[in-house]
């Protein structure tokens, strides 16, 4: 490296962003991720003590799959390359390899490959990397986005242990944001700029786990807000609002606006208003409600408010649940207000909850009733001899697969607790229940 690359490379330093600038160096400075990196879990010893198998980071942006791979490139005796899957290609692997090979040979070196975003090669690229990480050439850290278990080759997988980043706390992020302003060598000290508790609070909370976006807001805050007489820069709660470009909505997730909001959500679906269920889910989501809590209320007003009136409804929520899963934000928005409207629009019963709940209520008050004799299991030896199966009808041998016969227990057996309604789909139901019921009876 000539002095001008050495000025060059100085100079990107202090002119990296803060996120980039304020990356740990060190395991004992990562903010967050205790379960993976916290003291004496296996990750922390395996970076303690230099001895790295092939890894790959899975966790949505901002949460420290980078800065982990930074942590280790400074920690490691090996040596640490880099790579990054978009813009990569065939050639630039082979140089990678073809130099872990000489290292390897001549010094007795390993190499550490880094590759972000591994989820962007390709099925060939990754069956390139294969042999090389499974002969020890090089130590593999993948980070991704995505759901290795979907995007990864399973070869690799098998061959590598997978950790699972988390979105960082509020309370991570608050120490972050502290951190940066208080930090003159690669923060923002030199500035004395402070931060006001809603203003700090505010973006903890809709950074949603990501660090980065968090870092971002509050440098662009300091750097773009004049002094005040005091001599200082005053991070406001309205220059924050400013500096993440969301404006501030009261909206505290453990308080009554919580369950207000999410109520008057299910009472719209339930009362048929699309318009307004998809009002308070985009109100929710821009306040940074977890998807997954507003996929599991949808699932529950589709069994309880919809019911067998559209049984589809129940297929959306589930599915729409297991995509937001799946994908994860801003496309979780998308799927949620698909759901949503469908189980607003659907036609409405609640004739299950009263049938389950009856049920209940009558298995809590009353005598445990025995099972008809005919109903009992008779597979097992000993069975017929007591009676069990004996008389029992086979509805599939009858006249639409339906044969009159007294399921529930003799002491129950004029209840009814399941009255299927005249919505939607529920009428045909209750049309053919009647129908077979009748021509079974004319028999």
Do not use: W
Not at 141 to 164: C, D, H, K, W
Not at 203 to 232: M, Q
């Amino acid at each position: 490296m000539d002095l001008f690359d050495y000025m060059r490379e100085q100079n990107a330093e202090k002119e990296a962003p803060l996120a980039s600038r304020l990356r740990p160096s060190t395991l004992d400075e990562v903010v967050g991720q205790s379960h993976i990196i916290g003291k004496g879990k296996m990750l922390y010893r395996a970076i303690k003590a230099d001895k790295l198998s092939s890894i790959i980071f899975y966790g949505p942006p901002g949460t420290g799959k980078t800065t982990l791979a930074r942590v280790i490139a400074n920690t490691t005796s090996a040596i640490f390359t880099q790579i990054n899957a978009t813009s990569a290609g065939k050639k630039d692997m082979e140089e990678v390899i073809k130099e872990a090979k000489d290292n390897q040979a001549m010094y007795g070196k390993r190499t550490i490959l880094f590759v972000d975003e591994i989820h962007r090669f390709n099925k060939g690229q990754q069956d390139y990397l294969l042999p090389f990480v499974e002969d020890g050439t090089v130590i593999l850290i993948g980070a991704t986005t995505e759901n290795p278990y979907f995007e990864v080759n399973g070869a690799l997988i098998s061959r590598s242990v997978i950790f699972e980043l988390k979105p960082l706390s509020a309370e991570d992020i608050r120490v972050l944001i502290k951190r940066a302003l208080e930090n003159e060598e690669k923060g923002l000290g030199a500035y004395q700029a402070v931060i006001d508790k809603d203003a700090l609070d505010f973006l903890a909370d809709v950074a949603n786990g990501d660090a980065r976006s968090a870092l971002n807001a509050i440098e662009l805050g300091v750097l773009t807000t004049e002094r005040s007489e005091d001599g200082l820069i005053h991070i406001t709660l309205p220059v924050a609002s400013e500096c993440i470009q969301k404006r501030v909505v009261r909206y505290d997730k453990s308080g009554d606006n919580h369950y207000d909001n999410i109520s008057a959500f299910i009472k719209s679906m339930r009362g048929s208003d699309p318009d307004a269920a998809v009002y308070y889910l985009a109100k929710m989501l821009y306040a940074g409600e977890e998807p997954a809590f507003i996929a599991r209320r949808i699932m529950i007003c589709a069994a309880e408010d919809v019911s067998n009136a559209d049984p589809m409804a129940l297929v959306v929520a589930v599915n729409a649940s297991l995509a937001v899963e799946r994908i994860g934000m801003p496309e979780s928005q998308i799927i949620l207000a698909q759901a949503a409207s469908y189980v607003a629009c659907a036609p409405k019963s609640n004739s299950a909850v009263t049938a389950i709940f009856d049920a209940m209520e009558t298995v809590k008050t009353t005598r445990t009733a025995p099972i008809p004799p005919y109903l009992m299991d008779a597979h097992y030896p000993g069975a017929v001899g007591l009676g069990h199966g004996i008389g029992y009808k086979y509805a599939h041998d009858y006249k639409n697969h339906y044969v009159k016969q007294q399921y529930l227990p003799e002491e129950l057996k004029d209840r009814t607790f399941y009255r299927p309604s005249d919505n939607g789909y529920e009428k045909t139901i209750k049309e053919y229940m009647r129908r077979i019921r009748e021509e079974a009876e004319e028999e």
